[in-house]
């Protein structure tokens, strides 16, 4: 069992910054690839950014590449990080962290943070 916790949103404007943590409370989560999803209010959940087991390997989906990183610390907080710059009124979403085997569809992960709202809005 893996359980996640992420923090770190909030309201921002438009072009500006927030990052994202993702907590992971096991010893084991450097096995999991790990993962960034959103959901928008009346939307499906939608993949934003992956980065592998090692954080060797990263993959973005096409409208955050540039603005966003996706970075892993295995050495000793067992967090994922995901740094938003540039941000846009469209990035407003629930942000979901998510640890399993990887790729940018949902059936890829096993276990699910309980999302952390950003609201980009002047």
């Known amino acids: 069992q893996v359980q996640l916790v992420e923090s770190g949103g909030g309201l921002v404007q438009p072009g500006g910054s927030l990052r994202l943590s993702c907590a992971a409370a096991t010893r084991t989560w450097r096995r999991y690839a790990m993962g960034w999803f959103r959901q928008a209010p009346g939307k499906e959940r939608e993949f934003v950014a992956t980065?592998?087991?090692?954080?060797?390997?990263?993959?973005y989906e096409d409208s955050v590449k540039g603005r966003f990183t996706i970075s892993r610390d295995n050495a000793a907080m067992n967090t994922v990080y995901l740094q938003m710059n540039s941000l846009k009124p469209e990035d407003t979403a629930v942000y979901y962290c998510a640890a399993g085997g990887g790729g940018s569809s949902n059936r890829g992960y096993d276990y699910w943070g309980q999302g952390t709202q950003v609201t980009v809005s002047s």
């Open positions: 980065i592998s087991w090692n954080g060797g390997s990263t993959y």
